[in-house]
C-alpha cells in the first residue's frame, strides 16, 4: 500500500532498496517523477534523452522495490502513467559497511550519483543566468566555508541545518505567491585531509 501522499518522510534506504535504486537513470527517473509529477515512460524518455523501453525498463524496476506506482487517473487508454511514491529518501551510512560486496558497491554507485547530480544543477544554474530575474540571482548562494570541528560538532551542525532548512517548508507556494519557485538546498559536511 502507498504511503500517504501528504507524507513528507522520506523512505529510509535498505540493502534491497539500495539495489533498486543505484542506477543513474532510476535516480534520474524518480527525480524527474518527483518534481514534475506523474508521466508517462515516454514523456520521461523524451525529458531525459532516453529510449523508451530503457525509461519503461526502469520505471519497472523502481515498482518492483515501492519506489514509484501506476498514477491510473492520468492514463487515456494504453497509456500507463507513473508517479513517485516517497517525497525522498534517507541514506544509512551504514550501507558503506554492509557485508555484501554488491551493497557496498550501490552505496558508492549512489552517493557518487548523488554528488553528480548536484553537480549538474548548479552546473545548470550557472550555465543559464539569463533565465531568471535579478531578485532570484540576488537571492542564490553559491558558498564554501571551512571549520575545525570534532564529528560530533560537525554531526551537531548539520542537525542545525536540516532544522532549519525543514523549517521553511510550506511557508509559501505558487498557490500563495507567484513568485514562489521550486528552490534546491545542497548540504555537503565531510573533513579534509589538510598539509
Request: aromatic share 6%; proline share 6%; hydrophobic share 35%.
Amino acid at each position: 500500500m502507498p504511503d500517504d501522499p501528504e507524507d513528507l518522510s522520506p523512505r529510509v534506504l535498505d540493502a534491497r532498496s539500495l539495489r533498486g535504486l543505484a542506477h543513474p537513470l532510476r535516480m534520474a527517473l524518480l527525480n524527474a517523477l518527483r518534481r514534475g509529477g506523474p508521466a508517462t515512460a515516454s514523456q520521461l524518455a523524451v525529458k531525459l534523452g532516453e529510449s523508451s523501453g530503457a525509461t519503461s525498463y526502469h520505471l519497472r524496476q523502481l515498482a518492483a522495490h515501492g519506489f514509484v506506482e501506476d498514477a491510473p487517473e492520468h492514463g487515456k487508454g494504453r497509456e500507463r502513467w507513473w508517479r513517485a511514491v516517497h517525497k525522498g529518501v534517507q541514506f544509512d551510512d551504514a550501507l558503506h559497511k554492509d557485508p555484501d560486496p554488491a551493497v557496498r558497491g550501490a552505496a558508492d554507485l549512489f552517493m557518487h550519483e548523488v554528488a553528480n547530480i548536484h553537480t549538474q544543477e548548479v552546473g545548470t544554474w550557472l550555465g543559464n543566468p539569463g533565465d531568471w530575474s535579478d531578485e532570484w540571482s540576488r537571492s542564490s548562494d553559491l558558498s564554501d566555508m571551512t571549520l575545525s570541528l570534532t564529528p560530533e560538532l560537525a554531526l551537531d551542525l548539520i542537525t542545525k541545518m536540516h532544522e532549519l532548512v525543514d523549517s521553511y517548508r510550506g511557508r509559501t507556494s505558487a498557490e500563495d505567491s507567484p513568485a514562489a519557485e521550486t528552490v534546491r538546498v545542497h548540504t555537503h559536511v565531510f573533513p579534509i585531509h589538510t598539509d
